[in-house]
């Protein structure tokens, strides 16, 4: 099965911190993804990426970077995190023409 | 960009009662749609996908039908059960299921016992 990771479920911080959250899958998988969940909003794609130091923008990427420094490993950066960065962050990853698999999610508070 | 458009927000029935939920998308060189299921605390979940070269797939009490030429597909659910509770998203791409993935808002299905 398998297995992709989310370091933190529930994550608390202060505006103006930079915050990492860390994803992590077990398959090989060459593409990984970040979404942030609202509600009544769905899903939202921040920023993927297809192979090892590749990313490419999503749908709403302002405030975020990443970072795929390993083939198994991506990375969510807040640089300076801001109030409405407060949600449900979910991690998926996949290979080609195979469905995407979640993580479990983080729920990051910023306060 | 893609838009997908999800039908109803919250979806009450009866156990043992059929659900169907509805979605629409805008762009017609969307070819891969899945749906997923996610219950509470976890992260979403395939249940079922279809590709736009076919019209309608089914696994056990779930199916999926597609209308290319309305853009729009759905999920129906069979028999359903209490464990079938849970928030539903429809989604949309227009190069498979490695590429982007547009979304839906969700269903919150409720199954009353």
């Known amino acids: 099965d398998v297995k992709v990771t989310q370091s933190s479920r529930y994550l608390v911080k202060r505006t103006g911190e930079k915050v990492f959250l860390e994803c992590v899958q077990d398959?090989?998988?060459?593409?990984m993804f970040w979404y942030r969940q609202d509600p009544g909003l769905g899903l939202r794609l921040i920023y993927f990426?297809?192979?090892?130091?590749?990313?490419e923008k999503g749908d709403i990427p302002e405030g975020y970077s990443v970072s795929r420094e390993k083939k198994e490993r991506f990375s969510l950066i807040l640089e300076s995190a801001s109030t409405n960065q407060t949600s449900m962050y979910l991690c998926?990853?996949?290979?080609?023409?195979?469905?995407?698999?979640f993580g479990d999610g983080t729920r990051l508070s910023i306060l | 960009g893609e838009n997908v458009e999800q039908h109803p927000s919250t979806l009450s029935v009866q156990e043992g009662d059929s659900a169907v939920i509805k979605c629409t998308y805008s762009?017609?060189?969307?070819?891969?749609f899945p749906w997923y299921k996610q219950e509470l605390g976890k992260g979403p979940q395939l249940i079922i996908d279809?590709?736009?070269?076919?019209g309608e797939k089914k696994d056990q009490r779930i199916a999926v039908t597609l209308n290319k030429t309305a853009k729009h597909f759905s999920l129906h659910i069979t028999e359903t059960q209490p464990e079938d509770s849970a928030v539903y998203f429809c989604?949309?791409?227009?190069?498979?299921?490695?590429?982007?993935?547009?979304f839906g808002s969700g269903t919150q299905l409720t199954v009353l016992p």
């Open positions: 998926a990853s996949t290979r080609p023409n195979q469905p995407q698999h």
């Open positions: 398959m090989d998988h060459e593409n």
């Open positions: 990426s297809y192979d090892v130091k590749m990313k």
């Open positions: 762009d017609s060189a969307s070819n891969y």
């Open positions: 279809i590709r736009s070269n076919v």
């Open positions: 989604a949309a791409s227009n190069s498979g299921a490695a590429r982007q993935l547009t």
